[in-house]
């Protein structure tokens, strides 16, 4: 299953083939890419204007934001939470995972008024959120050290928010409840790497 995803997953990042297969606005999309993988912060993120409440990593915040942008956009944009990465932006790769009211979320495609006064959890906010100090890191985050998951690490604060969310609900997964759960794209192949972090933290349930 994860072999499939890393021949798919070289369409969804390699901006030259960026539109194989997804319908949406290539060449715009490609544009954002290119400014995402050169960190200039110049997405669009409201024009029409409203004060949105939103709580994220326990502090509440009121954006200033088109009702209909991607929430995204508005945590790293308007919030500073550059740890949410933008892939695909149409909730295939799974890099902008975040928590909303506990479920693992693809925020690229989530308006951010859906998540209106739910309750947000970034990878910044992580191990607040499981009762740590802010400076700490959550038990996935020390499995993925110990691991040493990630290669290039674009896509990983998304597969440590997606096995987090995965472990709260179900901490000793069988393999089954593993390819369910994390359907993240990885352009690296990191995934063997991913599945032995994850049974090393079932095992020390
Ligand atoms: S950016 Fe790829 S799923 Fe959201
Ligand atoms: S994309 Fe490089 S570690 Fe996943």
Redesign the pocket.
Same mark, same amino acid.
């Given at each position: 299953m994860f072999d499939d995803r890393q021949a798919h997953h070289g369409n969804l990042i390699g901006i030259s083939s960026l539109s194989a297969g997804y319908p949406v606005e290539t060449a715009t999309l490609r544009v954002y890419m290119f400014i995402d993988y050169c960190s200039v912060n110049i997405y669009p993120v409201a024009s029409e204007a409203g004060m949105i409440l939103l709580k994220v990593n326990g502090a509440t915040h009121q954006v200033d934001a088109d009702p209909a942008t991607p929430l995204?956009w508005v945590l790293r944009e308007n919030l500073g939470l550059t740890g949410v990465?933008? %892939? &695909? %932006?149409? +909730? +295939? &790769? %799974? +890099? &902008?995972?975040v928590h909303v009211n506990g479920e693992a979320v693809?925020? &690229?495609?989530l308006p951010v008024a859906s998540a209106a006064e739910a309750e947000i959890v970034t990878i910044e906010g992580l191990a607040a959120s499981a009762g740590m100090s802010a400076n700490a890191l959550h038990p996935v985050q020390k499995a993925w050290i110990d691991v040493q998951v990630p290669q290039c690490g674009y896509c990983q604060s998304g597969m440590i928010m997606t096995t987090a969310a995965l472990l709260k609900k179900t901490p000793k997964p069988t393999d089954a409840d593993i390819n369910a759960a994390i359907t993240n794209l990885c352009r690296c192949g990191t995934y063997p790497r991913v599945r032995r972090a994850i049974r090393t933290l079932a095992e020390q349930v």
């Open positions: 995204l990465k933008y %892939g &695909c %932006g149409v +909730a +295939a &790769c %799974g +890099a &902008c995972t693809r925020s &690229c495609t």
